[in-house]
């Protein structure tokens, strides 16, 4: 690789890390109510939930990138905390189908509804196509990271 492609690979993963360590910053620096009403592992469970409806573990595990055993845990306090419901997988008689509550759909619109608006301040200042290419660029970024399959898990 040229020296060129060197430097644009360096600037991203520069700015890659930049992003999660402000995003961190920015996360912590929010007031709980409404920003961060779910921890992060919910937030993510739930939108998942919302738009692919009742999942069993392992394959929310499996469209998380993440161990079962995690998501077990995730989904156990998830339960316990009133945001989603365990009930009988009918595909498969040992399984189980998590699905979200009312009050973990609820939760989960009030914290993306804040969020959306949180963005919204912080790109204020750029035009409707620029941040159409953002979107398009992070998600196809997601996509590439989500196919992306590491040979450790950590």
């Given at each position: 690789?040229?020296?060129?492609?060197?430097?644009?690979?360096?600037?991203?993963?520069?700015?890659?890390?930049?992003?999660?360590?402000?995003?961190?910053?920015?996360?912590?620096?929010?007031?709980?109510?409404?920003?961060?009403?779910?921890?992060r592992?919910?937030?993510?469970?739930?939108?998942?939930l919302?738009?692919?409806?009742?999942?069993?573990?392992?394959?929310?595990?499996?469209?998380?990138?993440?161990?079962?055993?995690?998501?077990?845990?995730?989904?156990?306090?998830?339960?316990?905390?009133?945001?989603?419901?365990?009930?009988?997988d009918?595909?498969?008689?040992?399984?189980?189908?998590?699905?979200?509550?009312?009050?973990?759909?609820?939760?989960?619109?009030?914290?993306?509804?804040?969020?959306?608006?949180?963005?919204?301040?912080?790109?204020?200042d750029?035009?409707?196509?620029?941040?159409?290419?953002?979107?398009t660029?992070?998600?196809?970024?997601?996509?590439?990271?989500?196919?992306?399959?590491?040979?450790?898990?950590?």
């Open positions: 690789m040229d020296d060129s492609g060197d430097d644009v690979l360096g600037t991203i993963e520069t700015e890659i890390a930049l992003l999660m360590r402000m995003g961190e910053a920015t996360r912590r620096a929010l007031p709980v109510e409404p920003y961060r009403a779910l921890d592992a919910a937030y993510v469970i739930l939108r998942q919302a738009e692919a409806g009742p999942t069993n573990v392992s394959a929310l595990a499996a469209r998380l990138n993440l161990d079962g055993s995690t998501i077990t845990r995730q989904v156990s306090a998830m339960q316990r905390a009133g945001l989603v419901t365990r009930s009988p009918p595909a498969d008689g040992r399984g189980t189908l998590i699905s979200p509550t009312e009050h973990g759909l609820h939760c989960v619109s009030v914290v993306r509804a804040a969020r959306r608006d949180l963005y919204g301040q912080i790109l204020a750029w035009n409707a196509t620029d941040r159409a290419t953002l979107a660029l992070m998600h196809r970024l997601n996509v590439s990271l989500s196919a992306h399959k590491p040979t450790a898990r950590n």
